[in-house]
């Protein structure tokens, strides 16, 4: 069974401290993602990832920033977390670009930053 | 730029009802369309995935249609049960790049 697994389902982070979100997949997958969301506003692209060591920034890249050292983990850093970055974060993957590329997601990491 | 549009953005129905949701996108130029379930405070769950050469793909009591053509969705739930109260999302490839396109979703309760 395909699996993208989250380091935390909830984490609660104070204003300034450093955020490590990490995200592994088992399906050898090219893409990896990360989204926020948010009541009202969807999902949103933060960053995504579509080989080891590159990154493209998303919709909203601003306060982020990712890792990608290995095939299978993708991190999401909050430099200097606030709280307008309390949010859902949801991390997916999937292969490259085609007709066969189906997005598998995580169970989320609720992020609340006091 | 390509939109995603779903329509209803909630639906409530009696238990054993069959329902149709709907999902519209801009550009017809894709390579596949999935569709979604999502549980409140969970992740987003792949219902279906139908390619762009494919008429429709079904799941169990699931049904998902494509007609590129007029950029249309829908995905139909047979006899439906209070165990598929969610919110339904359908995305789409964005032309070009790597990224995906979601619909705002479509929040079903079933009602026993």
């Known amino acids: 069974d395909v699996k993208v697994t989250q380091s935390s389902r909830y984490l609660v982070k104070r204003t300034g401290e450093k955020v490590f979100l990490e995200c592994v997949q088992d399906m050898d997958h090219e893409n990896m993602f990360w989204y926020r969301q948010d009541p009202g506003l969807g999902l949103r692209l933060i960053y995504f990832?579509?080989?080891?060591?590159?990154?493209e920034k998303g919709d909203i890249p601003e306060g982020y920033s990712v890792s990608r050292e290995k095939k299978e983990r993708f991190s999401l850093i909050l430099e200097s977390a606030s709280t307008n970055q309390t949010s859902m974060y949801l991390c997916?993957?999937?292969?490259?670009?085609?007709?066969?590329?189906?997005?598998?997601f995580g169970p989320g990491t609720r992020l609340t930053v006091l | 730029k390509q939109e995603v549009t779903q329509i209803p953005a909630a639906l409530s129905v009696p238990e054993g009802e069959n329902l149709v949701l709907n999902c519209s996108f801009t550009d017809s130029a894709i390579y596949n369309l999935q569709w979604f379930r999502q549980d409140p405070g969970k992740g987003l769950t792949s219902l279906l995935l139908?390619?762009?050469?494919?008429r429709e793909q079904t799941s169990g009591r699931l049904n998902a249609s494509l007609d590129k053509s007029s950029g249309r969705s829908t995905l139909y739930i047979a006899a439906s049960q209070p165990g598929d109260s969610a919110t339904y999302l359908c995305?789409?490839?964005?032309?070009?790049?790597?990224?995906?396109?979601f619909g705002t979703g479509t929040r079903l309760k079933v009602l026993a």
């Open positions: 995305a789409v490839p964005n032309s070009g790049t790597y990224k995906y396109i």
């Open positions: 990832s579509y080989d080891v060591k590159m990154k």
């Open positions: 139908i390619q762009s050469s494919q």
């Open positions: 997916a993957s999937s292969r490259l670009a085609g007709s066969y590329n189906e997005q598998f």
